[in-house]
């Protein structure tokens, strides 16, 4: 490709977009210089690269070097053998060294999730001395360290010890002068690199020392005073000896990497090449840009594609853009759009090459995934409306002119684009010349998309094996496009339309039209009709793939409750046959209890009373099995959801209760004064009136403590009391003590709150006269402070 072809299609623009999201100039000049380059010469693995750098940053990851620099200038210098390097310029040379090792561990830390991307930061010589190095002799402001060498130590604390002496030798000269009124400035300044005072002209010989200077009006000396003359020799001699040091160590420094250029070098092409890529990962999270399917064939199948300069320039006005949805067969080899102008032919056919001209450079591109873009080894387009006036030619020499350059340069796998094809001279012949040229194109077997306005050619496209018709809608109720591209159907050019717009009287279109041929007429009546029958066949097809499409939806998320239900059909059968189990161990350890009673102490009372006991069993084991029953009868249709406020029954407990929470399977039931946590599938809504009949004991088995009699068991150890009067607290803190008992807790709280103390020391005063409170105490901060007492049984 070519760069007038970049040019007319605007690759150049869309390059140096990308190239601001680079990190250096080298990445960006790298990025600049990118070509197309086949399947087979390492496209594929580009784009692999710059899509997984997309997922890399839309995961959220960042580099761990916010910026890359640019060392190709001062690693060039070093190719002379006395030059060295500066601090600073080093610093570069660090920079590059860490940037490299990071990006490397990094990358081969996470090589299953970047593969490709490792494939090319492996490379990456892995080295650490030279930045150890170059950090021990420079700090981040670039100055050599006085720990660089030893010298270069002795020499800096020469320095700041005569620099001391010499600032207070100074300021006692200054108090001096001061004292007999000598000074023309109060501060000491410095003249040629000397440290100086300021005296009135006419005290000059007043201090002895060596004249540095005069003001500009004459009447102020700058005098060096005569003692610190030997301190400022010897300084300047020390500062010398200091820099004749630090070139010594940058010198040295600069050998060490002179030694390793090479493997220097080999990481600044790796690193500027990541960095090229990783500006063009970022430019496909910008633009939304995605790697469609690739094939060697000639099928094109765009679906949702934007003209991506377009997409960058309008949403900075915030002005929509529509996408393109088009798609030809391999045996469609050239797509001839027409419709009216300003409707999109020009923008249709320059997306097409945009969009290609970006996969063949290594861009990921603003589509849906499920597009197809075959491959090309070039891209080739001709303008209709440009003059050459340096060569002297007209619009439509020019353009015949790009036409045959086109032809002579073409291949199979090329993609040529015309726009305006043989337009600018008489319609006759330009018809027959743009038929011979589809002709031509046709026999090269490559993939062109064209656009025009002449009749004889959409005719043509329709007859013609290998070409087919697209039009540009154009919507005449509002009288302006609708950019939606139409495959099979010519696009009228909607003339006395665009007149009627631009606001032409109705006689002088009327009067247009009527110059018409009837046939032309009929023909753009024909094609209106037809265009009507196909909209509506399109919306009943989109109205079809919706319904479709929620149908699915629907399947799938019926499926997963289906089986989401019959999971928990079988956890709960699971849990109602341990709950059984138990029961069951428990009343085989009661009956034989009653019969070593019976056993012991014979006599009526005792059978009698075992007689019963038994009987108040079998109640609780018919409830149970209900219960049970209940719970393995759940089915997949049932709407097993409850929500805080519901009035649920718990099945296996068969004690009735509100929801106080859900989070998630997990429900919290408020059961009278104790609260039961529990799994959804282990309680079933009910209404308030049938939890009154449940707790007066109507549940429908026959008298006695039934199943309720399992409510004992607890399902937490925290009591709350709060609202509630001194004895009707006690009245519960027995019976939850007894039921503590019952199931073997040992620990527990009991919540009543802080309030006016009151309610809080009577249940104190009951607890310390409770046989069964082995101690208790105020809970924790944490436990709830004040608000609560543990007990301990």
């Not at 990006?103 to 490792?118: D, E, G, Q």
């Not at 993939?447 to 306005?453: F, G, Y």
């Not at 109720?477 to 339309?497: D, T, W």
């Not at 102490?601 to 009373?609: F, I, N, Q, R, T």
Request: with cysteine; hydrophobic share 40%; aromatic share 6%.
């Amino acid at each position: 490709m070519d760069e007038v072809t970049r040019k007319r299609l605007e690759f150049d623009r869309i390059i140096g977009f990308a190239q601001q999201f680079c990190l250096s100039d080298m990445g960006r000049d790298r990025l600049g210089e990118v070509s197309a380059r086949g399947f087979v010469d390492g496209l594929h693995m580009e784009l692999e690269r710059v899509l997984e750098l997309k997922n890399f940053l839309l995961e959220g990851h960042s580099l761990l070097f916010p910026v890359l620099p640019d060392t190709r200038r001062l690693l060039k210098k070093l190719g002379t053998v006395d030059a060295y390097l500066e601090p600073l310029e080093l610093l570069d040379v660090h920079d590059l060294l860490q940037a490299s090792s990071l990006l490397r561990t990094f990358m081969f830390r996470n090589r299953t999730l970047y593969p490709s991307v490792n494939d090319l930061t492996v490379r990456l010589w892995l080295e650490k001395s030279l930045q150890y190095e170059i950090k021990r002799i420079v700090d981040e402001q670039g100055r050599v360290m006085d720990t660089a060498s030893d010298g270069l130590l002795q020499i800096r604390n020469e320095l700041r010890e005569g620099r001391e002496v010499l600032r207070r030798k100074m300021e006692r000269v200054l108090r001096r002068c001061q004292e007999n009124g000598w000074l023309m400035e109060d501060t000491v300044a410095m003249k040629n690199g000397r440290l100086v005072l300021g005296l009135r002209v006419e005290y000059k010989y007043k201090l002895p020392g060596y004249i540095q200077d005069y003001s500009q009006t004459g009447q102020t000396v700058f005098i060096e005073p005569a003692e610190v003359l030997e301190l400022h020799n010897r300084l300047q001699d020390l500062e010398l000896a200091e820099r004749r040091e630090i070139e010594r160590i940058l010198r040295q420094m600069s050998s060490h990497i002179r030694e390793e250029l090479d493997n220097v070098l080999h990481n600044q092409d790796v690193m500027s090449e990541f960095d090229s890529l990783y500006g063009r990962a970022r430019f496909a999270v910008d633009t939304g840009s995605v790697l469609p399917a690739l094939e060697n064939g000639g099928r094109l199948r765009i679906v949702r594609g934007y003209h991506p300069w377009l997409l960058i320039t309008h949403r900075s006005r915030d002005e929509e853009v529509y996408p393109l949805d088009m798609e030809l067969s391999e045996e469609e080899r050239v797509l001839v759009i027409s419709g009216p102008n300003a409707g999109g032919k020009s923008v249709a056919m320059k997306s097409v090459g945009l969009l290609c001209a970006m996969l063949l450079h290594g861009f990921l591109v603003p589509c849906h995934e499920s597009s197809v873009f075959p491959l090309f080894d070039d891209i080739a387009i001709g303008i209709g409306d440009e003059q050459s006036i340096e060569n002297d030619l007209s619009t439509f020499s020019s353009h015949l002119e790009q036409v045959r350059s086109i032809l002579d340069a073409a291949t199979p796998s090329t993609l040529v684009l015309i726009d305006e094809l043989c337009s600018g001279t008489d319609v006759e012949e330009g018809s027959a010349i743009a038929r011979a040229i589809i002709e031509e194109l046709l026999a090269i077997g490559v993939k062109a998309v064209v656009t025009t306005h002449l009749g004889e050619l959409k005719a043509y496209a329709h007859e013609r094996e290998g070409v087919i018709n697209g039009a540009m809608e154009f919507d005449r109720s509002s009288l302006s496009p609708s950019f939606r591209f139409i495959k099979g159907l010519p696009g009228s050019s909607f003339a006395f339309a665009m007149m009627q717009r631009l606001g032409f009287s109705e006689v002088l279109v009327q009067r247009a039209e009527s110059f018409l041929d009837r046939e032309s007429a009929g023909f753009d009546a024909m094609l209106d009709d037809l265009k009507t029958v196909l909209d509506e066949n399109r919306r009943l097809r989109e109205d079809l793939e919706s319904e479709r499409r929620d149908l699915e939806v629907r399947k799938r998320e019926l499926s997963v409750r289906e089986g989401e239900l019959r999971l928990r059909k079988q956890e709960l059968r699971q849990s109602v046959s341990r709950e059984v189990q138990k029961e069951v161990e428990l009343a085989r350890k009661q009956i034989r209890k009653i019969v070593h009673e019976v056993k012991a102490s014979p006599g009526v009372g005792k059978v009698e009373d075992a007689r019963r006991r038994l009987q108040a069993m079998r109640s609780d084991a018919a409830v149970g099995t209900e219960a049970a029953m209940k719970v393995a009868e759940v089915s997949s249709a049932e709407d097993l959801s409850v929500s805080p406020g519901d009035m649920v029954r718990v099945l296996t407990t068969n004690t009735t209760g509100e929801v106080v929470s859900v989070d998630g399977d997990t429900v919290v039931v408020q059961c009278g004064t104790f609260r039961l946590t529990t799994s959804s599938g282990n309680v079933e809504k009910t209404s308030r009136k049938k939890v009154r009949r449940i707790e007066r004991g109507e549940s429908g088995s026959s008298g006695g403590p039934g199943w309720s009699a399992r409510a004992s068991s607890l399902e937490s150890n925290r009591l709350d009391l709060r609202g509630l009067t001194g004895d009707e607290a006690v009245s519960e803190i027995e019976r939850f003590i007894d039921k503590l008992r019952m199931n073997r807790i040992g620990t527990a709280t009991i919540i009543h709150g802080k309030g006016t103390g009151a309610l809080r020391l009577r249940i104190t005063e009951y607890l310390k006269n409770n046989r069964y409170v082995k101690r208790f105490r105020l809970g924790e901060w944490s436990e709830g402070g004040a608000g609560v007492t543990v007990i301990e049984l």
